[in-house]
């Protein structure tokens, strides 16, 4: 089966892993780290600001089942794009939407649909997502890979 990775940044990662968890034709999806200049960061390190690193979700998916596309869909209704820097209470870069694109349809298929969201006013603010090329990401600690599974939350 061949398989692809997608990687997002929405806010915290706790919640926007068990929402890509829960569609059909996603395999796996793990939280982590991306984005940022410290290799194998940790929580601590990436809360401190300091190594410029977003939680992250890293998604494995079937694309026989499921398109990048549908998972673009679902990441612009999951959080609010147009917040820059956060999301909802969760402030500051680490939490900052992003979509990192691992091939250039990755980055077209990111392109064209923030341009189509923009032209249809669909958000009252312009989407504020970056498109960003893949760095590496740096899988978090254990105790965050399905956190709200854990709690009983999901």
């Not at 915290?12 to 059909?24: H, L, N, Q, S, Y």
């Not at 300091?50 to 992250?56: D, F, K, R």
């Not at 869909?73 to 500051?92: E, K, L, N």
Request: hydrophobic share 35%.
């Amino acid at each position: 089966m061949e398989k692809e990775i997608a990687c997002f940044g929405a806010g915290c990662f706790w919640g926007v892993e068990a929402d890509f968890r829960a569609i059909p034709g996603v395999l796996d999806v793990s939280v982590g780290y991306s984005g940022g200049n410290t290799e194998n960061p940790t929580y601590r390190e990436v809360c401190s600001k300091t190594t410029g690193h977003v939680e992250v979700v890293e998604v494995i998916f079937d694309p026989a089942r499921l398109s990048f596309e549908a998972l673009l869909r679902r990441f612009f209704t999951m959080h609010d794009p147009t917040q820059v820097d956060g999301q909802g209470p969760d402030i500051g870069t680490q939490y900052r939407s992003v979509i990192f694109y691992r091939t250039p349809e990755q980055y077209a298929s990111a392109r064209s649909m923030i341009d189509e969201l923009n032209a249809s006013k669909y958000y009252p603010r312009p989407i504020a997502t970056a498109v960003e090329p893949a760095q590496a990401f740096y899988r978090a600690e254990e105790y965050h890979q399905r956190y709200l599974a854990k709690q009983g939350r999901e």
